[in-house]
């Protein structure tokens, strides 16, 4: 498939994933502070960003599947430095949490970290194979 078709099929999941995911943490955020539910709706509204969550990471395996070898290589690559950075970060920083009186981070906070360095990953190796534009 051409990447271009790839990452039209990448963006018609990856737009209403991401609607979903923040609408479902606006209304989980918004029930928090008004508290106007029952108490165990909040367990039903974390399910909608969750939803968008899993339709964001499944474009983009589908993404990955469906564009070129080289394409499929730097984005691998960068997948894997993403990892790598944030288990590094994790593990410094639950030791720190873990030995000293630093502030307790959420695990909500992986996901977003993971994607940040991703990004940064995935922009560095499409500088460095002179293939910036072809990873966007």
Do not use: H
């Amino acid at each position: 498939m051409s990447p271009k078709l790839a990452r039209m099929r990448y963006m018609k999941l990856f737009i209403p994933s991401m609607v979903l995911y923040v609408v479902g943490i606006f209304l989980a955020s918004t029930e928090l502070i008004l508290n106007i539910l029952p108490k165990g709706a909040i367990y039903g509204l974390v399910v909608i960003p969750a939803i968008g969550v899993f339709g964001w990471i499944y474009a983009q395996m589908r993404f990955v599947r469906e564009t070129d070898e080289f394409i499929r290589k730097v984005q691998i690559e960068a997948i894997l430095y993403g990892v790598c950075a944030l288990m590094c970060v994790a593990t410094v920083w639950g030791l720190l949490e873990f030995y000293t009186n630093v502030p307790k981070l959420p695990i909500f906070f992986a996901l977003p970290g993971f994607y940040l360095f991703y990004g940064l990953a995935g922009a560095y190796l499409g500088w460095k194979n002179k293939a910036i534009c072809s990873m966007l």
